[in-house]
T-cell receptor, first 110, second 115 residues
Framework: SQQGEEDPQALSIQEGENATMNCSYK?????LQWYRQNSGRGLVHLIL?????REKHSGRLRVTLDTSKKSSSLLITASRAADTASYFC??????????FGTGTRLKVLA | DGGITQSPKYLFRKEGQNVTLSCEQN?????MYWYRQDPGQGLRLIYY???????QKGDIAEGYSVSREKKESFPLTVTSAQKNPTAFYLC??????????????FGPGTRLTVL
């Protein structure tokens, strides 16, 4: 069953702009992870934020987590054409289970 | 794609055939997973394995089978009972940290097409 819901489903921005995508989920989680997927490829892990963390940074990425609202956001600053991809959130539940959202398709125009 | 390999990259199946997708990891991870991805969709869990010789059904296990005879290998068989097998298949692995899920790593995927 899909727990995560990304918003928006698709996003188109100009190079240099910031891109923000959101993820909502339904149950208690251990952590939340964001992945990038280029067309026809596997998923690349971007960042993991644990349930007791509120914000995390990695390079041009900033992730926030609000467990009271059951939501997370991924901000990509100063976007580049190479950031064009689909982005997925995945919630870690229990010891072994991960539940993926439906993804946000980001297009960065040069 | 980390230390996970999947083969083949593309696979074509005729109606009524069983096919096996390979997944190998050298990350020494305990858990391995198979997901199915349809166009424009997220990932759906087919099977997962916590340890060798043990595996559990995911959300869409019907028509699929797996084995876990070695820690590094988790092959997926798509049987003729799977009515709509055309999809992109992704293998992943992870190891729990302090009893909770931790980072999951993915292979490059296998695209299966039924002719």
């Amino acid at each position: 069953s899909q727990q995560g819901e990304e918003d928006p489903q698709a996003l188109s921005i100009q190079e240099g702009e910031n891109a923000t995508m959101n993820c909502s989920y339904k149950t208690s989680i251990n952590n939340l992870q964001w992945y990038r997927q280029n067309s026809g490829r596997g998923l690349v892990h971007l960042i993991l934020i644990r349930s007791n963390e509120r914000e995390k940074h990695s390079g041009r990425l900033r992730v926030t987590l609000d467990t009271s609202k059951k939501s997370s956001s991924l901000l990509i600053t100063a976007s580049r054409a190479a950031d064009t991809a689909s982005y997925f959130c995945a919630t870690g539940v229990g010891t072994y289970k991960y539940i993926f959202g439906t993804g946000t398709r980001l297009k960065v125009l040069a | 794609d980390g230390g996970i390999t999947q083969s083949p990259k593309y696979l074509f199946r005729k109606e009524g055939q069983n096919v096996t997708l390979s997944c190998e990891q050298n990350l020494n991870h305990d858990a391995m997973y198979w997901y199915r991805q349809d166009p424009g969709q997220g990932l759906r869990l087919i099977y997962y394995s916590q340890i060798v010789n043990d595996f559990q059904k995911g959300d869409i296990a019907e028509g699929y089978s797996v084995s876990r005879e070695k820690k590094e290998s988790f092959p997926l068989t798509v049987t003729s009972a799977q009515k709509n097998p055309t999809a992109f298949y992704l293998c992943a692995s992870s190891t729990p940290l302090a009893g909770y899920t931790d980072t999951q790593y993915f292979g490059p995927g296998t695209r299966l097409t039924v002719l």
